[in-house]
């Protein structure tokens, strides 16, 4: 059994407020697809997940001129913002934490297609894991 010490809880903390606060992007994207996917001009069809791209494209192309649709608009940039907030925050945690979380997370970037908010959920997920298991020593 592991007690987790503090920096473990912080990023444990961060990892799942960024899940909420991703999944809180994808509702807003989710109430936001049909007003928006009402408004697209005719080649544009209907998009199956709606991104910050998608945003970016439609935004020109559409009329905001009811407050309702700019109300969804409002709430899709505000959902990427506070998403952009916690991962720039998980970087900032993950650069002052022990140096032993700082080595797992590289071990396991380096495997194929494991960016840092995969390395980092899974230490955050998993708890305490010496690098010396990763590496192989």
Known sequence: ????????????????????????QQRAFDVWEIPAARRLPPAGGRQKHWTNKHLDWIKPQVRFDQPAFLDYVHEVERAADRLQRLEKAIDEVLATAPVEIQEVVRALQALRGVGQLVAVSVVAELGRCPASAIHGS
């Open 1 to 24: 059994m592991w007690v987790p010490d503090a920096a473990h809880e912080a990023l444990r903390d961060l990892v799942c407020t960024r899940e909420a606060a991703r999944q809180d």
